[in-house]
């Protein structure tokens, strides 16, 4: 009787034409090797057994033998990406081809002191699963038999003599889940050092005191307090409009232009190779997709980033979905997802953020670049082979790229239209420009990539903030590293209606407060690691965009002046003031302009030049939502107020009048000016 009762071979699907070699007599335990049969000469060609079987088309497996050799993936890998072969056939192949076994996981599941052993994320990250000791040996299941000789040396370090397994990777996934779940997600939670997250900051009690503080001194000396909050906001805004026309005119002056355009590259090969990988290789690219409460999304969603023009067995989609999202779970588990995109689903917590679940899904990816999709977001084509082809010949410093922003929908109303300038003056001016002026970039929330070393190695994003794109691009300035903006386009849904306009920029604000204040817990390291000028620049963006869309009303005043009407601080004011303070309106509003209608000037939107000088009468919007996140920094600071999309006819594509797909926008963009 065989002395491994729990291990079993997948049955063969199909016939072969020609008999097979007989199976080896099973090994007693303390037969069992140490390194896998993969050196054995004997061993018949994948691709024979799968032809034998009737499992796949010659043609497809011509077709995938020739990107094996381009590629150097293995040859599973490629067939199961295009949907040429099915998993269990595979799997039986793979035994067949491997000599090795296939345990059922989901009925006998793993040794939970084997797998902590080897830790959790580990066995996410490289598919494998210690599974049983069985004699003298350890059986690790493994989803990657090709890489399992490179893993052994670690393996065997811990566990002594063990026997490869096979297992399809959603099952050692399932399997890990089942018995390690909650500490997966309470790690996610605490990635980031506590020094430099929100996590136990008391921001209420700190805005509390400044309010109160605030409230005594306009009822002590109402001149003086009204004296000195005119002269910062005024500071504040030359600041901010300075720093913005010194972005608009480094975007004026010639730049070295970044990689050569993604589609002259050849199919699975790089003019230059990834840094760390294997020479002339496109590198596998993980792509999280954070999705809440979204209906109907499956169909759209294959059908746009479908159209991403990089090669399928490269191209690894993870749909992030929280536990308690019954909506958007049903819809994805009903809907034909080609293999290369797959369901991630965040146990619940004690809280529920974004961050959150895009550290907890971190783990489950494959690639060696990391990006964040929103739900609803439809990418230019060749915009991962822009990234890939950047990042092989950038610095190793420069470790993040951030896409550009635009809308499909700018044509709906007014407000549609204002959203549209102002981002294009975020994306096409203020971002790209601060990069070239060395300052730390404030990432937006989606069409961000990133080399998952560095990445992984700053504990990700902080599962308690609510700008946590914004955070993480000033952690990686204060790390050394640094962001480039590439000239690739991600489209999204403008949002369009007041009220979910101040509630999505309420919660952009309040996370720029809570990271202003995290940051700023010790200036003096901020100094040393940002540097004088980027320290500057923080402060004016974050400190100075928030303190501008709070006080605004008290510049605002000053226009009553222009009509003769009585002012508090009248009798202090030189005469000279009221002609100073027109200028810098003037001049404020001026820089506004300028920038719109530069970042505008293409074809796609230069119907919206005209709206530009409209902005005047937008921008006081902020100004309601900058209060609406003060009150929540005091009452709620954890808490997420997701923009809700939809307004549109889903029928129509992106780009077309009244185009449908909405997008949960990104982090902040510009705060509003005086």
């Known amino acids: 009787m065989s002395q491994r009762p729990h291990l079993r071979l997948l049955p063969r699907h199909a016939a072969p034409p020609s008999p097979l070699p007989e199976p080896r007599p099973e090994p007693r335990p303390?037969?069992?090797?140490?390194?896998?049969?993969?050196?054995?000469?004997e061993r018949k060609p994948l691709g024979r057994i799968l032809l034998e079987m009737g499992a796949v088309d010659p043609a497809d497996l011509l077709r995938a033998v020739a990107m094996r050799d381009r590629q150097g993936l293995p040859l599973g890998e490629i067939l199961q990406a295009h949907g040429w072969v099915s998993e269990a056939d595979l799997m039986a192949a793979l035994g067949a081809h491997w000599g090795a076994e296939v345990p059922d996981l989901?009925?006998?599941?793993p040794d939970p002191r084997l797998l902590d052993r080897l830790g959790p994320e580990t066995c996410l990250r490289e598919a494998v699963l210690p599974?049983?000791?069985?004699?003298?040996a350890?059986?690790?299941?493994?989803?990657?038999?090709?890489?399992?000789?490179?893993?052994?040396?670690r393996l065997t370090a811990a566990f002594g003599p063990c026997a490869m397994a096979l297992a399809p990777e959603r099952e050692i996934h399932a399997a890990v889940l089942a018995v390690r779940q909650t500490v997966l997600a309470r790690r996610a939670e605490v990635q980031v050092p506590a020094d430099l997250s929100c996590r136990g900051a008391d921001a209420g009690r700190g805005a509390m005191m400044l309010l109160?503080?605030?409230?005594?001194?306009?009822?002590?000396?109402?001149?003086?307090?009204?004296?000195?909050l005119f002269c910062w906001t005024v500071g504040t805004l030359v600041l901010a409009q300075g720093l913005k026309l010194a972005a608009l005119l480094v975007m004026l002056r010639p730049h070295r232009p970044q990689a050569a355009a993604a589609p002259a590259l050849p199919e699975g090969v790089l003019a230059l190779p990834m840094r760390g990988a294997a020479p002339d290789r496109l590198p596998v690219v993980s792509v999280m997709v954070p999705m809440f409460r979204e209906h109907d999304i499956a169909a759209r969603l294959v059908q746009r980033l479908g159209r991403l023009d990089y090669p399928r067995e490269l191209l690894d989609i993870v749909l992030v979905v929280e536990e308690e999202d019954e909506v958007t779970r049903q819809a994805l588990?009903?809907?034909?997802?080609?293999?290369?995109?797959?369901?991630?689903?965040?146990?619940?917590?004690?809280?529920?953020?974004?961050?959150?679940?895009?550290?907890?899904?971190?783990?489950?990816?494959?690639?060696?670049?990391?990006?964040?999709?929103?739900a609803e977001d439809a990418p230019d084509p060749d915009q991962i082979r822009k990234v890939v082809a950047r990042l092989a010949e950038a610095p190793e410093e420069v470790v993040c790229l951030q896409?550009?922003?635009?809308?499909y929908n700018p044509r709906s109303n007014w407000l549609s239209r204002c959203f549209t300038v102002e981002y294009a003056s975020w994306f096409r001016v203020v971002l790209p420009g601060i990069a070239r002026l060395g300052l730390a970039v404030p990432l937006g929330g989606t069409t961000l990539f990133f080399r998952r070393g560095p990445l992984e190695a700053l504990g990700g994003w902080d599962a308690h903030n609510v700008t946590e794109d914004a955070d993480l691009g000033l952690r990686l300035a204060r790390s050394g590293y640094r962001t480039e903006l590439i000239d690739s386009v991600t489209q999204e849904e403008a949002n369009c209606r007041a009220l979910p306009w101040v509630r999505q920029r309420s919660r952009w604000q309040k996370g720029y407060a809570m990271t202003w204040g995290v940051h700023m817990r010790d200036p003096l390291r901020l100094w040393r690691e940002l540097g004088p000028w980027p320290m500057f620049g923080f402060q004016v963006m974050f400190l100075g965009s928030l303190t501008q869309a709070l006080l605004a009303p008290l510049l605002w005043t000053f226009w009553v002046l222009s009509l003769g009407l009585p002012h508090p601080?009248?009798?202090?004011?030189?005469?000279?003031?009221?002609?100073?303070?027109?200028a810098v309106f003037l001049g404020s509003e001026a820089v506004n302009i300028l920038c719109g209608l530069w970042a505008v000037r293409g074809p796609r939107h230069r119907h919206l030049a005209a709206w530009v000088p409209t902005l005047c009468l937008y921008h006081p919007l902020g100004t309601l939502s900058a209060w609406k996140a003060l009150h929540e920094v005091v009452t709620r600071p954890f808490y997420w107020d997701k923009t809700q999309h939809g307004v549109f006819d889903a029928s129509h594509g992106p780009g077309e009048a009244g185009a449908p797909l909405p997008a949960a926008a990104p982090a902040p963009g510009p705060a509003p000016s005086g």
């Not at 303390?30 to 000469?41: F, Y």
């Not at 350890?138 to 040396?153: G, I, S």
Request: glycine share 10%.
């Open 212 to 228: 109160a503080l605030l409230a005594a001194g306009l009822l002590l000396a109402p001149g003086l307090v009204l004296g000195a």
């Open 131 to 136: 599974w049983r000791r069985v004699g003298g």
């Open 138 to 153: 350890t059986v690790v299941a493994t989803a990657r038999p090709d890489a399992f000789q490179a893993l052994l040396p």
């Open 569 to 582: 601080l009248t009798a202090g004011l030189p005469g000279w003031l009221l002609p100073a303070m027109t």
């Open 30 to 41: 303390e037969a069992l090797r140490a390194i896998p049969r993969r050196t054995r000469p």
């Open 333 to 374: 588990a009903g809907a034909d997802l080609p293999h290369w995109m797959r369901m991630v689903v965040v146990p619940q917590g004690p809280i529920k953020t974004k961050p959150r679940a895009l550290n907890f899904a971190l783990t489950f990816c494959r690639g060696s670049i990391i990006g964040v999709y929103d």
């Open 403 to 407: 896409g550009i922003l635009d809308f």
């Open 106 to 109: 989901a009925r006998q599941p």
